[in-house]
């Protein structure tokens, strides 16, 4: 293990950069450091609070003299594992966003936010296939696959990246496509932060249309009859609408309506593109299957779309996990109240179960390389969140791993790598890649990064054995 960083090592690197570098101790450091999960506290030996791509490639070149570790970090969404050593690279100030509505693309660096994309497509009547919630930075979400709002009609949101601007572990600025480093280019989606710093991206942008969309809650204590009715509707659904099943016990907090404040209940999330009156067709079988506390869905516009699954807005301490599922049937059905409903006295604020298929079980675009997608042999995904508070943050750890062993029978024996949650072990690690493309990602692992510098966060672990991942 090599010492703390000095204040030396802090003017050295100072010295190549424009942005400011930051040793623990320093004034800004813990702010430069923070992640949205507030359970997950970074200490890195230095923070580089990047000004641009010029200062993200002297910085890796920088730690790769050393053999300093190397991570990245740009909105902290993603931070399930904190950070002990090494350098921390901050891209929150690479705010690039550039739309071409006659092309239908955008290009963003990599301290863009998602809601700034929703924003500035809006007015052309594009959107970008973003997840659950528009605060997540581009990115970090799409190296990892990307699960869109909309992704049974679109498939992941890596597979209409275009371009990738990326500098690797020797300090190398790239820029890669399907044409120009197509091996490379397969490995960043999907691979997370592996290979290197993403610094910009490109990628397609869709017509927005119409939405129809939003939730349905349900008292928790009627849990077995909503799931019963979803599970028999959900996978009927065309592919333009997408689903989605949550437990949630909601604390007793001022900004949750009154109605829902400290009370179990079932969340229905769905989320249609097309008409109105479709939508509400499609969605009528599950109006009456239970009675309905709050029903929030209708027209929807794209710059509201965080109205479907109602994500938190503001950091807060948690502990995730998740996992992917075989068909849903009466057995695994039996499994989820037992692991969420309400005889279940889980310490989990959010247990989910989402309908996959659709575009998001098809392959990858047909070129020389993969890319390095979980997901697309899974029916369904799990996803679990519980609040890292003092009376049930020893709990919290626990109920998620006793909800994965429950529900593995079900399971097709991986994880998103984007929802895996807190990272234990390279085994349990490797599970967010499918045999084949874990065994390619190690071989890259040890061409492309022989020192191992990039081992924080969802760590591939080289063929040739290097420094540890940091778990």
Known sequence: ???????????????????????PGDSAYDQEAAAFNLATRHTPDLVLAAADADDVAAAVHWAAERGMSISVQATGHG???????????????????????????????????????????????????????????????TVGGGLPLLGRKYGFASDHVLAIEVVTPDGVQHRVDQHNNPRLFALLRGGKGNFGIVTAMEFRLFPAGELYAGGIFYPGERAREVLTAFREWAPALPTDASASLAFLRLPELEDIPELLRGRFVMHLRFAWQGTAAEGQRLLDPMRGVAPVLADLTGPLPFTQVDAVHLDPENPV??????????????????????????????????????????????????????????????????FAVGVMMPESADLVPAAIAAARR??????????????????ESAAEAAKAWPEGSRRRLSEAKAELDPQNLFRHGHAIVPAVPGPAPAF
Request: charged share 20%; no cysteine; net charge negative.
């Open 79 to 141: 931070a399930a594992n904190a950070i002990t050593d090494g350098l921390l690279v901050s891209t929150r100030r690479l705010l690039d966003l550039d739309i071409d509505p006659e092309e239908r693309t955008a290009r963003v660096g990599a301290g863009i936010r998602w809601r700034e994309v929703v924003a500035a497509a809006a007015p052309y009547g594009l959107m970008g296939l973003h997840g659950s919630a528009t605060d997540v930075g581009v990115v970090g979400y």
């Open 406 to 423: 429950t529900l593995a029978p079900f399971g097709t024996g991986g994880t998103a790598v984007n929802m895996h949650g807190h990272v």
């Open 317 to 382: 301490p948690v502990r995730e996990g998740g996992m992917l599922l075989n068909e849903l049937d009466e057995a695994l059905a039996e499994a989820l109240l037992e692991v969420a409903g309400p005889d279940s006295n889980a310490p989990l604020l959010l247990a989910e179960v989402r309908l996959m298929g659709g575009a998001l079980a098809a392959p990858a675009a047909p070129s020389s390389h993969d890319d390095h997608v979980a997901g697309r042999d899974a029916a369904w995904s799990f």
């Open 1 to 23: 293990m090599r010492p703390h960083a000095s204040a030396h090592e802090k003017t050295s690197l100072q010295l190549r950069v424009r942005g400011l570098v930051y040793l």
